[in-house]
């Protein structure tokens, strides 16, 4: 993530002005993600104690701390909205259209976070059903406007590389994101316990990293094609 922050940012001069606004943003959810990511990992290093006696077998043993997973929530909720408007932005849609979307999918995707959260932290399954089934609302109108809504705007690229780069940051946020509704449900299917845990924050580390820093250079690849088109004068037909 902090990687993938540092390249975005470091090529912003060689895009153009117009899709610069896109790569910042793209570099402050993979910065707000390294932040997230570090304080997940001291977390973990403070709610347990791994032990060995004599070179024999770890132990694993609680310190009374608790491990703090709304970290990852917190994450989300900043970091949602902004990779659809980053997305919206480097498709350099027609101004109106830009603001609407941004608004719609920013919106839905805040409250597809906010409506998860209370089943997240509760062990009572008809509460965890219940807030799944809420934040799935927004969640699929979020999925379905960025696989179908935004094809038309796709097709409509500069040129046939921008319109495949467009294309695969589009179904890439569609599969990254469509991974997260079953494993906020592991623990809904009898699964529990260490098993449970390690499933959940190996898959949500899996999926975050493709959604945000794959997806970031995806992002500056479509600028970079795009500024290297716009700059040579070669544009598609109309």
């Known amino acids: 993530m902090g990687s993938a922050t540092i390249f975005v940012w470091l090529q912003l001069p060689n895009v153009s002005k117009s899709y610069r606004t896109a790569l910042t943003i793209t570099g402050i959810v993979t910065l707000i993600a390294t932040y997230h990511y570090i304080r997940i990992f001291n977390s973990w290093v403070e ?3 791994v032990l060995s006696k004599d070179g024999g077998d ?3 043993q609680l310190t009374g701390a608790p491990f703090n997973d709304g970290y990852r929530y917190v994450d989300w909720l900043l970091t949602a ?7 919206i932005l480097v498709m350099k849609l027609p101004q109106q259209e830009t603001v609407s979307l941004s ?3 920013g919106l839905a995707s805040a409250l597809m976070v906010a409506l998860g959260y209370p089943g997240e932290i509760q062990e009572d399954l008809s509460v ?3 807030s799944w089934s809420l934040s799935m609302i927004p969640f699929c109108y979020a999925v379905f406007s960025r696989a179908e809504g935004l094809a038309g705007a796709t ?6 590389a921008a319109a495949s780069l467009a294309s695969a940051a589009r179904y890439l946020t569609v599969l990254s994101w469509c991974t997260y509704p079953p ?3 592991v623990k809904s299917v009898g699964l529990a316990g260490p098993r449970a845990t390690m499933y959940e924050q190996v898959c949500y580390s899996i999926a975050d990293v493709m959604a945000k820093a794959v997806f970031g250079v995806l992002i500056w690849a479509i600028a970079a094609e795009k500024s290297a088109v716009e700059e040579s004068g070669k544009q598609l037909p109309k």
């Open 128 to 130: 965890r059903w219940f």
């Open 183 to 185: 494993m906020y449900m």
């Open 81 to 87: 909205p902004l990779l659809l408007i980053e997305l």
């Open 58 to 60: 770890y132990t694993v």
């Open 47 to 49: 709610a347990f104690e």
């Open 103 to 105: 608004w719609k999918l």
């Open 155 to 160: 097709s409509k690229q500069s040129s046939p």
